[in-house]
C-alpha cells in the first residue's frame, strides 16, 4: 500500500523519497524516480512530511522510536501522517512522543487498497490534535454465472464499494485465471478485524458480526490462503460445506 500511495505521488509530481525495512522493495519506485533513504531518521532530515504505513505496533514503534527511528534525527517542524491500521492506543501512545520532539501527527489510516491508491481514490480517516490537523490541510450451487452476479451485486442498492473494485479480479478466480497481484491479503484482512474487535469491545460494542467475519478470514489463512488478495474470499467461502 505505502509502494502505491508513494507511485502516486510522484504521479502528481510531488517529490518522493523512499524507506523500506525490506530494501528490495523499494526498487520500483526507485526506478520510477524515487529517491531512497538509509534509514529513517534520513527522511526525517531529508523531508517536510513523512508518510508511514506500517503492519503493526511493533513495526510502528521500531520505525519511530528505535536507534535510527524518525524520532531520532531532528523532526522539529515536521509533519508525520501515520497511515497504518492499527489500535488507536497505539496512535495516542505515538502522538505525545512526536509532539515532545516539536513535530506534529496526524493519524490518517485509509479505506481501499492499492487499486484506489494509484489512482488517488482512497477514503482517509484523520484524527489530529487541531494544530496538527490544519497542518495537513451462496448462489454457485443454483448455477450462477460469476460476471453475472459480480454486476448485480455492483449496481444494487445494497452495493459493496469493494465488489466494485475487485469484481473482474473475482470472477478471475471463479473461472481459474489468473486474478493479477495482490492487493491486501486476507492475512491483513485478520489483522484489521483483530484491531476492529480490540477497539470495539474496548467501547463496550457487541462484535458478533465482525467475530463471525474474522473466523473466516483466520479459517482461510489457517488452509493456506492467508498470501492471496481479500478478494479470494468470496471464492473460498463458496466452495466451503456446511458442517453437520
Not at 68 to 76: D, F, R, V, Y
Not at 103 to 122: D, F, I, M, N, Y
Not at 128 to 143: L, N, S, T, W
Amino acid at each position: 500500500m505505502g509502494s502505491a500511495i508513494a507511485a502516486r505521488l510522484m504521479e502528481v509530481g510531488h517529490q518522493v523519497t523512499v524507506w523500506n525495512r525490506t530494501a528490495e522493495k523499494t526498487k520500483p519506485l526507485v526506478d520510477a524516480g524515487a529517491k531512497v533513504a538509509a534509514t529513517p531518521a534520513d527522511l526525517t532530515n531529508g523531508c517536510a512530511a513523512v508518510i508511514t504505513m506500517l503492519t503493526g505496533a511493533a513495526a510502528i514503534d521500531a520505525v519511530y522510536n528505535g536507534p535510527s527511528g524518525l524520532l531520532s534525527a531532528n523532526p522539529k517542524g515536521k509533519l508525520f501522517i501515520e497511515m497504518s491500521t492499527v489500535a488507536p492506543k497505539v496512535e495516542t501512545d505515538l502522538a505525545p512522543k512526536v509532539r515532545a520532539k516539536g513535530a506534529a501527527l496526524v493519524e490518517c489510516p485509509v479505506g481501499g487498497s492499492t487499486a484506489p491508491a494509484r489512482k488517488g481514490q482512497l477514503l482517509g480517516l484523520m484524527g489530529a490534535e487541531p494544530a496538527d490537523a490544519e497542518a495537513f490541510a451462496i448462489a454457485r450451487q443454483v448455477g450462477w454465472e460469476p460476471k453475472r452476479l459480480l454486476d448485480l451485486f455492483v449496481e444494487s442498492n445494497g452495493a459493496n464499494k469493494a465488489f466494485a473494485m475487485r469484481a473482474d479480479m473475482i470472477v478471475s478466480m471463479f473461472e481459474n485465471r489468473d486474478p493479477g497481484p495482490t492487493t491486501f491479503s486476507i492475512a491483513n484482512g485478520v489483522k484489521d478485524l483483530r484491531t476492529i474487535i480490540e477497539t470495539g469491545e474496548a467501547a463496550g460494542a457487541d462484535m458478533r458480526v465482525t467475530k463471525a467475519a474474522l473466523t473466516g478470514f483466520e479459517e482461510a489463512t489457517k488452509n493456506g490462503f492467508g498470501g492471496g488478495d481479500g478478494a479470494r474470499m468470496a471464492v473460498y467461502w463458496s466452495s466451503q460445506r456446511k458442517k453437520s
